[in-house]
């Protein structure tokens, strides 16, 4: 349960990096002020309930035309699976050629979230 | 000699979206030169997400979105060298480029587009005493070494500015399990973007330290560690405050500087604030016929403005091929106080469509300021401002109908205002 009320939050979004002041009331109603556009509500909303975050890293590649491939996670997980998402990916090497899109972890960690490639990676 | 009608130097964001837009506006005979060996610059290394909402309405990494604009180029078959070196340009638009098969290669373009981006700011420029030990990087360096060649640079880290490349390398260190102990900043305020300073730092729990700098770099053949310092309002630091921080690795992120040794060679004026060329609301520099676009120009927050800033540049290109730019007046556009900068510098009101951008950095913080912009001495707009930093780029729209309502105008001026 969250914590009765005010809270100011930076919405991470996008670069404009909006202050948003959180109001937490009893009856668990959240009103959100000073957002731009509705990405602003939702992500303040999420913070003070359950704060995500998207993960971008990379991965070694073998036989590829690179040696890393970058990484991400399909959608944003919450903030408190993100040190067991990267031990998870500790020791994953994947052959090439690899797509944008391309799984290279279903379901990290039980998030219901995959790890997918940002990168083209042709075959050396 | 080869002929082109444009040539544009770099293959980074603002080089490729120049392309695209020169394509899709009906010039097709292009080069693209780039000295790297793939297309799509620092967005190669720059994994993070956060790129594109602009341009494509979701949010991609910095790979993703330079995927983009590759797929279309290869699609449409837009000529580019890789590896391919510009070493000359001159200010009959001839370019001179070197790689290992082609040699010397001499091309006389129509039209020129420069789009080489920035450089970092060097330790050199900071005047730190102490040897000059392994383990100091710049911020961008760290970055390419773990991105693209898999190496960790360091087990416990130091940054000293907090440029926006330094905050994202705060995380990624984070995440790839090495210690990043403190994030000095000399100046008041973080020179990075407020969701870098949450995402990359604050969520981290690592400490961010304003008007703080470095005194000192000890160690010898490997950093060892740093002496840190408050400083004074002058930026002096304050006697008595020195700390000594270990750690084996120092990254710096303390600004970037526009690539412009090119365009100094063909004789293109720098406004010594951007380091970047003066330009027109055409892009064009003040050598007729050569455009600038992206972080060549002035250094950008958002990848998505670039893009945007290389499309128009390459449709003023266009115009100038065409003979169709009118050069009937020029206003100037001036920076008054509190206003660093101004991109353009100057406008022709005929090349302005149906409303004329102009992009601006501030020169402090300033909490609740009006924006002002006057025409002449007439103040034509005046909007209350809640925060205003250096590290975030503003913009105002001035809609044609105001060039319209003035047309003897010689003196746009941007002011930052108490009321």
Known sequence: MTEVGKRQVTCINCPLGCTLEVEIHNDESIIVTGFQCSRGEDYAKKEVLNPTRTITTTVPVLNGDVQMVSVKTSSDIPKKSIKACMLALKGIVVEAPINIGDIIIKNVCNTEVDIVATKEVKKK | ?419
Not at chain 2, 50 to 76: N, Q
Not at chain 2, 141 to 167: C, E, F, M
Not at chain 2, 399 to 418: A, H, M, Q
């Open chain 2, 1 to 419: 000699m080869i002929y082109k009608d444009i040539v544009i130097i770099g293959a980074g964001p603002a080089g490729l979206a120049a392309a695209l837009s020169a394509y899709e506006n009906g010039v097709t005979d292009i080069l693209i030169l780039e000295r790297e060996n793939f297309l799509g610059g620092i967005l190669n290394q720059c994994i993070h997400n956060g790129f594109g909402l602009h341009t494509f309405k979701e949010e991609l990494t910095g790979p993703e979105y330079a995927s983009r604009y590759i797929h279309k180029i290869e699609e449409l078959n837009i000529e580019y060298r890789l590896n391919t070196m510009v070493i000359d340009i001159s200010n009959t638009k001839q370019v001179i480029a070197i790689n290992e098969t082609d040699g010397v290669i001499t091309i006389q373009a129509k039209a020129i587009i420069l789009a080489m981006g920035c450089r970092e700011r060097p330790r050199g420029a900071l005047n730190i005493p102490g040897f000059r030990p392994s383990g100091i990087f710049s911020a961008g360096t760290a970055q390419k070494y773990v991105n693209i060649n898999g190496y960790l640079p360091g087990r416990n880290i130091v940054i000293l500015g907090s440029g926006d490349i330094g905050l994202i390398m705060a995380r990624r260190l984070t995440l790839e399990g090495s210690n990043v102990k403190i994030v000095c900043e000399i100046m008041p305020y973080s020179s990075g973007l407020k969701r870098n300073i949450v995402q990359c730092l604050d969520d981290y729990q690592i400490p961010l330290r304003l008007s703080h700098t470095i005194t000192r770099i000890h160690g010898k053949e490997r950093i060892e560690g740093v002496t840190v310092a408050k400083v004074d309002a002058s930026m002096q630091p304050i006697s008595g405050t020195e700390e000594y921080v270990s750690c084996d690795t120092l990254l710096l992120s303390v600004g970037l500087i526009p690539e412009n040794e090119l365009s100094r060679k063909a004789g293109v004026v720098i406004n010594p604030t951007t380091q970047g060329p003066f330009v027109s609301n055409s892009l064009e520099t003040t050598i007729p016929g050569i455009f600038a676009c992206g972080n060549v120009l002035h250094v950008h927050d958002l990848v998505d403005f670039v893009s945007e800033e290389a499309a128009l540049a390459a449709k003023c290109a266009i115009k100038h091929i065409h003979g169709i730019q009118k050069h009937e007046k020029l206003i100037s556009v001036i920076a008054r106080a509190g206003i660093r900068y101004t991109v353009p510098s100057s406008i022709d009101p005929c090349e302005v469509d149906k409303m004329q951008l102009i992009r601006f950095r501030v020169s402090d913080v300033y909490e609740n300021q009006y924006i002002s912009v006057y025409f002449d001495f007439e103040r034509v707009y005046h909007k209350l401002k809640r925060i205003l930093t250096p590290g975030e780029m503003e913009q105002v729209i001035l809609p044609k109908g105001w060039f319209d309502k003035f047309p003897t105008v010689k003196n746009i001026s941007l002011e930052v205002e108490r009321k």
